[in-house]
């Protein structure tokens, strides 16, 4: 049996095009287990559909809660609260922050500090073939989404039956703490990019990250077309860099439509986009290791 490889696919900036490309993948891949780690905008449920099997609450933290009853209303929250969450001796629960200072200063023992739910994570059915797939919603305001990714992984691969032997994880974008817990214990790293300045800025410091993490990394530019000079200059950096260029998208209207009708862009299999992402997925199966 081959060993589980574990790909996350991640952007510098957002709107690259990380989705559009996890979601075609998800379609080609066979034997896989996907999760979208993009927790505070899940949005590859609703290009693949799934269907929910068991919904988990996540507690990312603690939040304060006053009550009233045994409240001497001294003020002394209020006033020392650094995050302004008191008021009228209440507490908003999305200014909270969950320090717990208020509830070691309160003289009458009328602050509770308890398990806060911050979101929900999700195991599913997806693409007709009962591929596991694995995404989480984290609630508006909440905090702690690189717990809810580590989270979201361990269960995933603790489901992991035998049989499957690739871990696709669409991850968020940036370079953040939710980005870091998506990379953790990956084997490789697909780069999606812009040409655009801001793209290539985002692309250098993915690159960095992915680096540090000693993760093999690949790059593909999406919607090259639109600028070839700086198409050109991320080619020369991906080479400067020895880090492999898998390919290159075309802009596709066929993308936008698929899009709009929640569709991966492979339901438009002669599309130019389509063709080429399915280039791409052939030669990232012979840089893992998976071709036959």
Known sequence: MNRLKKLVIL??????????????????????????CDVDAADLHLLLNPRIKTKTEFTGGKKAYIDKDSC???????????????????VDPIACEGCGFCFRLCPDDAISFGLSVSG???QADVLNDSADFYFAKLLPGEGNSGK???ELKQIAEKNIINGKDLLLI????????????????????LLITEPTLSGLHDLKRIIELTQKFKIK???????????LNITKLVENFACENDIKMLGKIP???NVIKALQQGKTVLDYNNSAASKEIKIIWNELQTEMGNKK
């Open 170 to 189: 669409d991850g968020p974008p940036g370079i953040g703490c939710p980005v870091n817990a998506s990379i953790s214990q990956m084997d490789f790293a």
């Open 251 to 253: 802009f596709d209207i």
């Open 217 to 227: 990394s690949f790059i593909v530019i999406n919607k090259y077309d639109l600028n």
């Open 148 to 150: 809810l990714v580590t």
């Open 11 to 36: 952007s510098g900036k957002g709107g690259t095009g990380k989705t559009t490309l996890s979601a075609a993948f998800s379609v080609l891949a066979e034997n896989k287990v996907i999760v979208d």
């Open 120 to 122: 929900n994570y999700y």
């Open 72 to 90: 001497g209303e001294c003020g002394l929250c209020e006033k020392h609260c650094r995050f302004n969450a008191i008021h009228n001796f209440r």
